[in-house]
């Protein structure tokens, strides 16, 4: 096991794809945890009478190396006498009520859609324990709040459990308490349950049938709006939700390209700030078909910023949720799906029958590619494998629509070269 150091620790807050754990020699059972956010946080694994504990004592570059060697020593010593109990919360934060309106005050800074979140704090943490002490909080007080939070399904009793954890080591970090009852803990024994990830897919043949509904008239200006913006979902592997806020400003018709602006890209705020500091662009490229889609959406926008606008207000982008809506009510003749799930569509397709290499596929996402030592020293640019994997793309949707159309064309498997 490495011995740790400070030039170890500035290269972990890169984001990772997965968090990741490294050791230290000189301060054993101290860990350091780095993951996608790029933040890095350190902690002591504890053999306690209750079992292993595993205990967040600080984060980095804000408490230093030595600092936590320093604490991980006095955790232990205190942990051998039997006298690792809790610290005494200052006034200002003496109930759970006030370290949720610390806690809350925190994720709107770091979060940049902190909502749901904190009407869950609000729904389901406050009304159980809000007058409890921060310092008898305990595991079974955390309990009760899970088992009544997973009344109202399986996932939402998940993301209390995981906000509980997350507002006790918070409680940890601000010196407020000096353990965590919540970390290393299953809440899955209490029923509560991340949901099921969603496999749902378009085959080639649900594609074509899906294109050509969608390029029946429209009855009213919104719904023609919702059908282009499906139109090009099913072109590009964008996000359904950036591309409602797709604005003008950032298409170029004339080079084929979307720069995605960064706060519609899936980063963190911190690392959005990174990349807002660096320069860095994410540009897509679009094909021939997306550019026509774009070229009737110009004359059905009416002069608005968005490219796809509200139907009742053009200042303002299409709702996911109408899109979404208009999905779920409409007649498709195939099993139901989600607008999620055409991005899902194009990745697949792109290798189980373009057979187009993952990296260009995962670039297309805008999916992070590599390991960060890898994305360190990889400088490439994929925008035209991207174009040709794209443009490969319109032409295998576009089939698959004439063979729904008429299905005694006959059409090759399309494989190219890129395979």
């Not at 984060?59 to 809790?86: F, I, T």
């Not at 807002?276 to 679009?286: F, I, Q």
């Not at 110009?298 to 910023?305: E, F």
Request: some cysteine; hydrophobic content about 40%.
């Amino acid at each position: 096991m490495p011995q740790l150091t400070d030039a170890t620790l500035k290269a972990l807050q890169t984001p990772h794809r997965e968090r990741i754990e490294v050791g230290d020699t000189q301060a054993p059972g101290l860990r350091v945890r780095a993951g996608k956010t790029g933040g890095v946080a350190f902690v002591l694994y504890l053999h306690a009478p209750e079992g292993r504990r595993v205990l967040t004592i600080g984060h980095y570059p804000s408490m230093s190396l030595v600092a936590a060697r320093a604490r991980v020593r006095e955790l232990q010593a205190a942990n051998r006498d039997g006298q690792l109990g809790r610290a005494t919360a200052p006034p200002e934060v003496e109930t759970m009520v006030q370290l949720a309106e610390l806690f809350t005050g925190n994720l709107t800074q770091r979060r940049k859609r902190p909502k749901r979140a904190i009407a869950s704090i609000k729904t389901y943490i406050i009304p159980v324990v809000g007058e409890l002490r921060v310092v008898d909080f305990r595991w079974s007080d955390a309990i009760r709040v899970i088992e009544g939070a997973t009344e109202n399904g399986p996932v939402i009793g998940k993301l209390v459990a995981d906000l509980l954890r997350q507002m006790m080591g918070f409680a940890v970090f601000r010196d407020l308490v000096q353990v965590n009852p919540c970390a290393g803990r299953d809440s899955s024994e209490l029923g509560t349950s991340p949901g099921t990830p969603r496999e749902r897919f378009l085959t080639g043949e649900e594609i074509g049938l899906v294109w050509n509904k969608l390029n029946e008239k429209a009855n009213t200006r919104g719904q023609r709006t919702r059908r282009l913006l499906l139109r090009l979902l099913m072109l590009i592997p964008s996000r359904p939700g950036a591309v409602c806020r797709m604005r003008w400003q950032d298409v170029d018709l004339a080079a084929g390209t979307w720069t995605v602006p960064l706060s519609d890209r899936k980063l963190s705020k911190k690392r959005e700030a990174q990349m807002r500091a660096s320069g860095n662009r994410y540009v897509l490229p679009l094909g021939p078909a997306a550019l026509g889609v774009l070229a009737e959406a110009k004359a059905t926008a009416g002069g608005s910023p968005w490219v796809f606008p509200a139907s009742k207000d053009k200042t303002k982008p299409t709702s996911p949720v109408g899109v979404a809506e208009q999905v779920t009510n409409t007649t498709w003749g195939i099993a139901p799906w989600h607008p999620h799930d055409l991005r899902r569509s194009v990745r697949t397709h792109s290798r189980m029958t373009l057979k187009a290499p993952g990296d260009v596929a995962e670039a297309c996402l805008d999916h992070t590619i590599g390991t960060a030592m890898e994305r360190v020293y990889n400088r490439s640019n994929l925008a035209g494998e991207m174009r040709e994997l794209l443009t490969r793309w319109e032409t295998f949707v576009l089939d698959r629509a004439t063979v729904a159309t008429s299905p005694n064309v006959v059409t090759m498997q399309l494989t190219g070269a890129a395979g």
